[in-house]
């Protein structure tokens, strides 16, 4: 069979309507740069890329080398093409403009430019998470506020995993497409086309450590999933963590499943642990249009208005049997004290 490369894929989706050259372009220039930031995974000790940094983000997270490196890789290769607005990064305080010397386009793009720091050290998958948006017409600069969209005006979302093979997966809205690099000739292959999250699922992910700092409904969610075939759900479950969201969520949309990260007394305050511009949305985005669910535990994440550029959120998306069941807990315990 013959093979379709990502630039083949993204010239189809041009022809069939679903997105313009601008937002082509700005895919290609995402994807030349996660390879490079594959190759600097892949270096290791050898490339002096891991450990720290010896600086913190702004949400106070000491950061990797790679976390660094990789933001660096992203927008220089986003600054020249004329495909965007302004970039925003889980890695920097402000958003930044696209320098006068290049014309500006008209989408804003937001990233984890390194999800899942603290595997980088152990040689476990991590990755890149993106999101697009429009950029308002008729604007002098670009500030927070025009990124301050809710999930559902997205125009594509993605993430690449460099595990074992670096995978791209994909979507502008019109189902969830996976790319493998091919090493030799350095290309994206579409390696699965049309990715579907079954219903339902026997598997969950969270990290269980945190349990005795979860809400009620958490508890009697979990509960119920560890009591297995012996508790009301009549069957048994099995748990994987990651603790990469990319490597957890691919998972998910390979296989099924469940990713949960909850909201907990100790984090209540800051709203959750991810991120909903740089992780929720784009993976809600991407869960949703592989027939799957992503929601607080209480609401759909792409109908949140955003209140801040780094704001925080709860995510629980996978299978959507069961993120149904689990936000039905919260409503029904939510009713229940009200
Ligand atoms: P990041 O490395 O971008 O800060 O994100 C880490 C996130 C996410 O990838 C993962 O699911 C979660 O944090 C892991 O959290 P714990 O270490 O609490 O398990
Ligand atoms: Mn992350
Ligand atoms: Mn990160």
Known sequence: MKSISLIQFLIEEKRAGHINSELSLLIEVVARACKRISVAVAKGALGGVLGNAGTDNIQGEAQKKLDVISNEILLEANAWGGHLAACASEEMDDPQPIPDAYPK?????????????????????????FSVL?????????????????????????YVVYGPSTLLVLT???GVHEFTLDREHGSFVLSRRGMTIPAQTSEFAVNMANQRHWEAPMQRYIG????????????DFNMRWVASMVADVHRIVTRGGVFIYPLDARIREQGGKLRLMYEANPM????????GAATTGRE???????????QRVPVFLGSKDEIDVVTRYHLESDDSRA
């Open 172 to 174: 502008f809205g019109h």
């Open 284 to 291: 809600a985005f991407i869960v949703e249009q592989a027939g």
């Open 134 to 158: 429009r950029c308002p017409d008729d604007i002098d600069e670009v500030l927070a506020e025009h990124f301050l969209q809710k999930g559902t005006e997205q125009v594509a979302a993605g």
């Open 105 to 129: 386009g008209h989408h804003l793009l937001l990233f984890d430019p390194l999800d899942g720091s603290s595997n980088i050290d152990v040689n476990v998958s991590v990755g890149t998470i």
């Open 300 to 310: 759909r994440i792409m109908g949140l208005q955003p209140t801040g550029l780094h």
């Open 224 to 235: 119920e999933l560890q009591a297995g075939s012996t508790g009301p759900r009549g069957r």
